[in-house]
Nanobody, 126 residues
């Protein structure tokens, strides 16, 4: 059974940083998957934030987080990280990681993802 477990959320003031982790298990890591981060703010639809593909290590970011967020992976630990710097109140949301088992080539299209974590809350105060 594939499991994705997020951690690292919390409350910070604007301008602060957090690092989210997504630990994956029950999945045979190959060269074709992608891990994405998504978020959902209260009253809003879930949106794509970032993605990393296993085949070439390419990373993708939503315009709203470019230059502030960095996605990375540690294959040995089967963990993907999202380093979030210069956080803004509008970054407040529940953050989810998700697995696209056979990467579709659509990095921030949530319909392409097969497995989801339970989410972790990030709250940024002004």
């Amino acid at each position: 059974e594939v499991q994705l477990v997020e951690s690292g959320g919390g409350s910070v003031q604007a301008g602060g940083s957090l690092r989210l982790s997504c630990a994956a298990s029950g999945f045979t890591f190959n060269n074709y998957y992608a891990i994405g981060w998504f978020r959902q703010a209260p009253g809003k639809e879930r949106e794509g934030v970032s993605c990393i593909s296993s085949s070439d290590g390419m990373t993708y970011y939503a315009d709203s987080v470019k230059g502030r967020f960095t996605i990375s992976n540690d294959n040995a630990k089967k963990t993907v990280y999202l380093q979030m710097n210069s956080l803004k109140p509008e970054d407040t949301a529940v953050y989810y990681c998700a697995l696209d088992e056979y990467y579709s080539g659509l990095p921030l299209s949530q319909n392409e993802y097969d497995y989801w974590g339970q989410g972790t809350q990030v709250t940024v105060s002004s």
